[in-house]
């Protein structure tokens, strides 16, 4: 047993959430998954300006690196700041030094300025799409890593998703959606199933029905906040990453909370499942496997012995070799900075609310 695991991979954050804790309360409550998203996060979405999203990704990529997390895949929507937004969220991340993944949501639910009232398959690609697509795009030319970024079927038409499956062939990548994640996007599977391929990123497939190409993210805590149902990741042939939907990006706990929804869901299901979700994450950062993360727990690297052991944490994290986190401190950015500079930057986002 060892005080050490390599770099753990978070398979898929929302970092622009980061400022989300605390705001104001949504005008009416949620009585289902579309009104969390029409209530709460679609309001947030559009009150993002770059500022709000540079300071969201360097706090959020802060956590991550301080609980052990050294590689992210975000999905981002911003729809009254588009461009540039993913130059916002990298240079966060990079300030921090946490490797990352960005695509920009793609959605029709925004056109010049206004969100619809509703998105059918038949509708017209949008300015919204047309703009969220040119983001993409621009941020793929320059060499970064990415993907295609597409916020949901449900609100997308189908030349939208045609469009998003095209550009990432042009640019040999996959699509990140979200897919049949509440019930409103039941569809998803036989809409998608022409167009999905291996290298694609399925979000959530709680209400998936049949088979679908690609490696699927399992978010339990998202899951369960937005009462949308179990995913059964175990029952699925595809990869299984871990992700965290926005809800920060503390992987260990994740896998703790995976393990015990897996093992709601099945008695026999053993801690060694949920871990090798945990381990996938490496298939897109493979170079995160040589990160190294000293732990406070000396069976860091024990399915049985972590899934039981709350409250261990990062003390020490180096990516690449080069010492990022030394007894808890981040030795090559100023925390304090990014947190003051993050709560005003919460307080702006909070008062557009």
């Avoid at 639910?109 to 059918?120: H, T």
């Avoid at 965290?244 to 053993?270: K, N, P, Q, V």
């Avoid at 979700?277 to 298939?283: A, I, K, R, S």
């Amino acid at each position: 047993m060892s005080f050490t695991t390599p770099g753990l991979v978070c398979g898929h954050h929302h970092l622009y959430s980061s400022l989300a804790r605390g705001m104001p309360s949504p005008p009416a409550v949620p009585r289902s998954f579309i009104g969390v998203l029409e209530n709460v996060w679609w309001r947030l979405d559009a009150a993002l300006d770059l500022d709000i999203i540079y300071w969201s990704a360097a706090l959020g990529a802060a956590e991550a690196l301080l609980s052990g997390t050294t590689a992210i895949i975000d999905h981002h929507e911003s729809p009254s700041s588009i461009e540039g937004s993913l130059d916002a969220i990298a240079r966060g991340c990079d300030l921090v030094g946490v490797r990352h993944i960005l695509s920009y949501g793609v959605t029709d639910r925004w056109n010049n300025g206004s969100m619809l009232s509703s998105v059918s398959p038949t509708t017209p690609i949008t300015d919204g799409a047309r703009r969220g697509l040119l983001e993409n795009e621009r941020y793929l030319k320059s060499g970064r890593r990415a993907m295609v970024g597409v916020h949901a079927a449900f609100t997308c038409g189908n030349e939208t998703l045609e469009a998003a499956a095209d550009l990432s062939k042009k640019y040999n990548t996959g699509v990140h959606i979200h897919v049949a994640e509440g019930v409103d996007d039941i569809d998803a599977g036989e809409r998608l199933k022409n167009l999905a391929t291996d290298d694609w990123l399925l979000v959530h497939a709680v209400h998936l029905s049949g088979e679908l190409a690609g490696t699927i993210a399992h978010n339990p805590r998202s899951n369960m906040n937005n009462s949308v149902g179990y995913a059964a990741p175990s029952q699925r042939q595809n990869r299984i990453v871990l992700g965290t939907d926005g809800i920060g990006a503390d992987m260990m706990e994740e896998f703790r909370l995976a393990y015990a929804r897996h093992r709601e869901f099945d008695l026999t299901a053993s801690p060694d499942t949920a871990w090798s979700w945990l381990e996938n994450g490496h298939h897109f950062f493979p170079e995160a496997k040589q990160d190294v993360v000293q732990w406070s727990y000396d069976h860091s690297d024990s399915p049985w012995h972590v899934a039981f052991t709350p409250g261990i944490r990062a003390v020490d994290v180096a990516i690449n070799g080069v010492p990022q986190v030394s007894n808890g401190v981040p030795l090559n950015f100023d925390l304090n900075e990014i947190r003051a500079k993050a709560a005003e930057a919460a307080q702006r986002l909070h008062e557009r609310l």
